[in-house]
C-alpha cells in the first residue's frame, strides 16, 4: 500500500470519525472509517493477516476505552450502544489505526523505545484533540490523561511488534530449496 494514501486515508477517518462523534452521526463518520479499512484489505498482499491485526487492536481498543469509561474518567458523546463500553466509532478508530502499523509506523518497528515515547505523547494529544472537537469529554483528567499515556506507552510498541508478525501488507518471500 501506498505511504501517501495510507496517511491521507487515516487522516479522513480519523476527523470523519470524530467529527461525526461529536456531532451525532457517528454511523456516517464510522461508515468513512470501514470505507478505508476495507480499501486497505483490498490492495494488501495478505488480507486476511491484516484483518487479523485489525481486529485484535480494536479488541484491544474496546477494552482500553471500555475502562477508561467504566472508570468514569471519559465519557462520549455519541455512538455508545452498550452503556460503560467505549462507543463503536472510537473501536472503529482503533481499527483504522491498525491500518498504519505496517505502512505509515513500518520504520517504529525497529525502534520500540522511540514507539513508546511517541505513544506516551500521541495517544494522549489524539483523546485531547478530541475533546477540543466535542467527541469526548475527560471527566477526570488527570487520571485520564495519565491512563492514556501509559496505555500508549506500553500498546504502541506492542502493535508494532504484533504488525510486524501479522503484516499482510508485502507479498509473502518465497523461499528457494537448494
Same mark, same amino acid.
Given at each position: 500500500m501506498n505511504l501517501l494514501i495510507n496517511v491521507v486515508a487515516f487522516k479522513i477517518g480519523w476527523v470523519s470519525a470524530v467529527f461525526g462523534g461529536a456531532n451525532e452521526m457517528a454511523l456516517v463518520g464510522t461508515a468513512i472509517v470501514l470505507v478505508a479499512i476495507g480499501i486497505h484489505l483490498f490492495v494488501v +498482499?495478505?488480507?486476511?493477516?491484516?484483518?487479523?491485526?485489525? +481486529?485484535?487492536? &480494536? #479488541?484491544? !481498543?474496546?477494552?482500553?476505552?471500555?475502562? #477508561? %469509561?467504566?472508570? !468514569?474518567?471519559?465519557?462520549?458523546?455519541? !455512538?455508545?450502544? %452498550?452503556? &460503560?463500553? +467505549?462507543?463503536?466509532?472510537?473501536? +472503529?478508530?482503533?481499527m483504522l489505526f491498525a491500518t498504519t502499523l505496517n505502512v505509515a509506523f513500518r520504520w517504529l518497528q525497529t525502534r520500540l523505545v522511540l514507539a513508546a515515547a511517541i505513544g506516551a505523547i500521541s495517544g494522549p494529544a489524539s483523546y485531547y484533540a478530541g475533546s477540543r472537537i466535542g467527541a469526548v469529554e475527560f471527566t477526570e483528567f488527570t487520571p485520564a490523561i495519565v491512563a492514556l499515556g501509559l496505555s500508549w506507552m506500553i500498546l504502541f510498541p506492542a502493535f508494532l511488534m504484533l504488525a510486524k508478525s501479522l503484516d499482510g501488507t508485502q507479498a509473502p518471500v518465497l523461499q528457494s530449496r537448494v
Open positions: +498482499a495478505e488480507p486476511s493477516r491484516e484483518f487479523m491485526l485489525i +481486529a485484535l487492536v &480494536g #479488541l484491544i !481498543g474496546l477494552s482500553v476505552d471500555s475502562i #477508561l %469509561v467504566a472508570a !468514569g474518567w471519559l465519557t462520549y458523546s455519541s !455512538g455508545t450502544i %452498550v452503556s &460503560g463500553l +467505549a462507543p463503536y466509532w472510537i473501536v +472503529a478508530i482503533w
